[in-house]
């Protein structure tokens, strides 16, 4: 097993942690969709509201 200094180990990971684009995308997908379940049940729901005139 060989010994890597502290300084080598962070400088990988901080390589690897700027590799990680993904996250972002993710995010902002999860966010879109639960808007849109929000809205799309908000427009069908709104159809069953009775009139009381």
Do not use: S
Request: charged letters at 15%; one cysteine or more; aromatic letters at 8%.
């Amino acid at each position: 097993m060989e010994h890597h200094p502290a300084v080598a180990w962070i400088t990988e990971a901080a390589g690897a942690a700027q590799q990680q684009g993904a996250g972002n995308l993710l995010r902002v997908v999860l966010i879109v969709m639960v808007l849109g379940c929000v809205l799309t049940a908000w427009f069908l729901l709104r159809g069953y509201k009775r009139k009381d005139d």
